[in-house]
């Protein structure tokens, strides 16, 4: 099975209260770009993401608007603000590290920060037709002159989805892979 890779870059999703301390109760969130997943998008806001140690400035807004705030990072990024996130689903914010995020409005602190899992978008109907249905993780395998092979990639099935594989930037970094490139699943 062949998928197309999605490289994650660092951002943040919002929730409604803090996007507004954020860019102020009369702005909305606004699509710049859209993304392969269905209405998922991002937006014309960025912020910065700052700790004692250091900042990343320009990091993109992603929307919709969600019911948790969240900023993901790689590890990368983690070095250079000083924290430890953990590796996490989207949503899941335990042990998630603190961080300042910061708008033209306003800022927040909060837990929020985490490196995302490597995940694999996909339907139901996908995911029964690739013979995955009793699979929660696989591995995916790229050949080449940094060949590698990603285990604990983690399904992430939803009603509303495009089959795509999510790494974050280090990983696809490392083995010189870049969005649009295709890997092979390995259950």
């Known amino acids: 099975m062949e998928v197309t890779l999605g490289v994650s870059n660092r951002h943040v999703h919002l929730n409604l209260e803090d996007f507004k301390i954020l860019f102020g109760e009369d702005q909305e969130l606004e699509v710049k770009k859209a993304l392969v997943q269905p209405e998922q998008f991002a937006s014309n806001k960025t912020v910065i993401v700052k700790t004692e140690k250091s900042e990343l400035k320009n990091v993109r807004v992603l929307g919709p608007i969600r019911n948790y705030t969240q900023?993901?990072?790689?590890?990368?990024?983690?070095?250079?603000?000083?924290?430890?996130?953990?590796?996490?689903?989207?949503g899941d914010l335990e042990g998630a590290e603190e961080v300042e995020i910061v708008g033209p409005n306003g800022s927040i602190k909060k837990k929020s920060a985490i490196i995302a899992t490597r995940h694999l978008h996909l339907t139901e109907q996908m995911r029964k037709e690739y013979g995955l249905e009793d699979v929660e993780e696989v591995s995916v395998e790229k050949i080449g002159e940094k060949g590698v092979v990603f285990k604990n990639v983690k399904l992430k099935v939803q009603d509303k989805s495009a089959l795509e594989l999510h790494l974050d930037t280090d990983d696809a970094n490392g083995s010189l892979l870049k969005t649009g490139d295709t890997l092979t699943v390995i259950k």
């Open 71 to 90: 900023v993901e990072i790689s590890k990368t990024d983690a070095y250079q603000l000083g924290i430890h996130p953990p590796v996490r689903d989207s």
